[in-house]
Nanobody, 116 residues
Framework: QVQLVESGGGLVQPGGSLRLSCAAS????????MSWYRQAPGKERELVAR????????NYADTVKGRFTISRDNAKNTVYLQMNSLKSEDTAVYYC?????????WGQGTQVTVSS
């Protein structure tokens, strides 16, 4: 069964950190580009960060550069998003995405709320 399962979301104060994880199963993880997207209430889903299949290249939205880091462990079929210096505007549902071989796979999302 093709599946992406996110975890690690929650409530954090401004300036705090969270690490999101996305566990993949049912497909050849190390051949897929992995991404994190987010969607805030009333807004469109937007790309946060992307990493190529071997992890050699990453790119980030301008709004998170220098604060967020995407990484992957192909041995564990898992992609991560380390989020530091969180701001209230980072509040959103965060989704994991896998793309490759004509497939576009989404997780169910995990809520991140940044609030004092």
């Amino acid at each position: 069964q093709v599946q992406l399962v996110e975890s690690g979301g929650g409530l954090v104060q401004p300036g705090g950190s969270l690490r999101l994880s996305c566990a993949a199963s049912g497909f050849t993880f190390n051949t897929y580009t992995m991404s994190w997207y987010r969607q805030a209430p009333g807004k469109e889903r937007e790309l946060v960060a992307r990493i190529t299949s071997a992890g050699g290249r990453t790119n980030y939205a301008d709004t998170v550069k220098g604060r967020f880091t995407i990484s992957r462990d192909n041995a564990k079929n898992t992609v991560y998003l380390q989020m530091n210096s969180l701001k209230s505007e980072d509040t959103a549902v965060y989704y994991c995405n896998a793309r490759g071989w004509g497939a576009d796979i989404w997780g169910q999302g995990t809520q991140v709320t940044v609030s004092s």
